[in-house]
Structures are given as C-alpha cells and as structure tokens.
C-alpha cells in the first residue's frame, strides 16, 4: 500500500518589531539561509530613519527549525509582537507613495551572460532593486525564493505591503552576491512579471 504523505507543518504567523540598529542588517534573509525557515512577508511597514519597523510574517519548516529562528530573533532584540493564525492579525499599515524616480533607476540588464572577469572571482557585490509587489503575488515567498534558490543575501531597506492584501506594496531591496548569482536571480525575478527597477549608482563597473 502507497504510504500515506505527511502533512504539511501548520504555518506560524508572527509580527516582528525591528530596532533601528538593525534594519541594515539582512535580518529575514539569515532565518532561510542560516535556519532554513520558509518566510512570506505578508505585510510590513519599513522607513529609512524610523526608529522601528514591522513584519508580518509567514513561517514553515521544521518546529525546531522554526523556534531556533525565532530564538534567533529574540536574542538581537527583534520584539515578537503576534503569535498565532493569519485571521488575528491587525490590519491597519499607511499608504506610502513607491519612491521609484526615473532620475536615480535604470532598466535590468538585458544580457544573456555576465562577462567572466578573474576580477569577479569569489567576489561579492551589491545591487539595488526597487520592486513592486502585485496584491496577486501575496502568497509568493519572493525574498525567500532569491535566497534559497540563488545563494543571495537579501537586506530590505525600506518596504510596504498592506495588511489587507487588497492594495499592491512595494519592496527596496539591496542584493548581495556574485555576478552570477544576481544575474540569475533578475531571471528569476523577470518570470514573475513584476514591475522592478535597478539603481544604476550601485551597479559594479562593467557589470552590463
């Protein structure tokens, strides 16, 4: 007889409150690489020279996977603010304009290759991505799937996604990794049809 397939982990929904100190540090992207958490955001509300920003946050794996990354958090001081179902979440987040300026973005690279360099060997590098996020892309672990599929480290910078899930949101996010890594992950990023933009001022010479 076919054995019978476990069921899926019940999905633990958080809010986290991150201190100033540590919005410039890739909170999120170390609970998948670090801990190997599956994370949605499902809400959040992040601005430069706040002195706290929020999550709310879609968490699968493993139990012990899962109470190590919220250890985790507990020790850099991150405040758990909700634990429970997604029906008990607060639903209440401003609305705050995308701050793409044409000014400052250019379009993703259209080539089929990154250039090999010896320069680029083991060499790390930052991009920035300006991404909005589409309401029908909600259920879609974007940030989750770059660093689980790609190897990356992804630091938010500055974010906003509605809790009612009726309204698009938005991401500022800086990658970090090889060329090739981040060349793969704008692929990745590309399938999904979102709108995006790329800050030109952090591209690395000779990346295009």
């Not at 603010?81 to 993703?108: I, K, R, T, W, Y």
Request: glycine share 6%; proline share 8%.
């Amino acid at each position: 007889m076919p054995q019978k397939k476990s069921p899926s982990p019940t999905p633990v929904y958080s809010r986290i409150r991150i201190p100033q100190h540590y919005q410039w540090q890739p909170v999120i992207s170390r609970l998948v690489s670090r801990y190997g958490v599956t994370v949605n955001i499902t809400a959040a509300m992040l601005k430069e020279r706040e002195n706290y920003g929020w999550f709310d946050l879609q968490l699968q794996g493993n139990s012990e996977h899962i109470s190590n990354g919220l250890l985790y958090l507990q020790n850099l001081g991150v405040d758990l603010m909700h634990l429970g179902s997604a029906e008990n979440v607060q639903h209440n987040v401003d609305s705050q304009p995308f701050p793409h300026s044409c000014q400052e973005v250019a379009p993703l690279p259209t080539a089929t290759e990154i250039p090999a360099s010896q320069g680029y060997s083991g060499q790390s590098y930052r991009l920035r991505l300006q991404i909005w996020i589409l309401k029908d892309y909600y259920q879609t672990p974007v940030i989750f799937d770059l660093v689980s599929r790609y190897g990356i480290t992804v630091n938010i910078i500055t974010a906003l996604l509605p809790a009612n899930q009726q309204d698009d949101g938005w991401f500022v996010l800086d990658l970090w990794g090889r060329p090739q890594q981040l060349f793969s992950s704008f692929n990745y990023l590309k399938t999904l049809e979102l709108p995006l933009w790329l800050d030109a001022s952090f591209l690395p010479t000779n990346f295009i």
